[in-house]
């Protein structure tokens, strides 16, 4: 008799917090791939003084940016 005055439960509530922990999960992912992208283009080394010629002693820039 008491099941009777029970409110129906809702079988709502799993799925809307599934949904939102993959929206938050998502948006960290997408927000932690931002940030390295804008690192990697935000740290671009200056000119370093490197061998400009091959003389097989010491290495040289595959392709220099200055």
């Given at each position: 008799?008491?099941?009777a005055?029970r409110?129906?439960r809702?079988?709502?509530?799993?799925?809307?917090?599934?949904?939102?922990?993959?929206?938050v999960l998502?948006?960290?992912?997408?927000g932690?791939?931002?940030?390295?992208?804008?690192?990697a283009?935000?740290?671009?080394?200056?000119c370093?003084?490197?061998?400009k010629?091959?003389?097989?002693?010491s290495?040289?820039?595959?392709?220099?940016?200055?």
């Amino acid at each position: 008799m008491t099941a009777a005055l029970r409110p129906p439960r809702s079988n709502l509530r799993w799925p809307l917090i599934a949904a939102l922990l993959v929206v938050v999960l998502g948006a960290i992912v997408i927000g932690a791939n931002i940030h390295l992208v804008w690192a990697a283009v935000d740290s671009q080394p200056e000119c370093v003084p490197h061998a400009k010629t091959t003389d097989g002693a010491s290495f040289r820039a595959a392709k220099s940016a200055c």
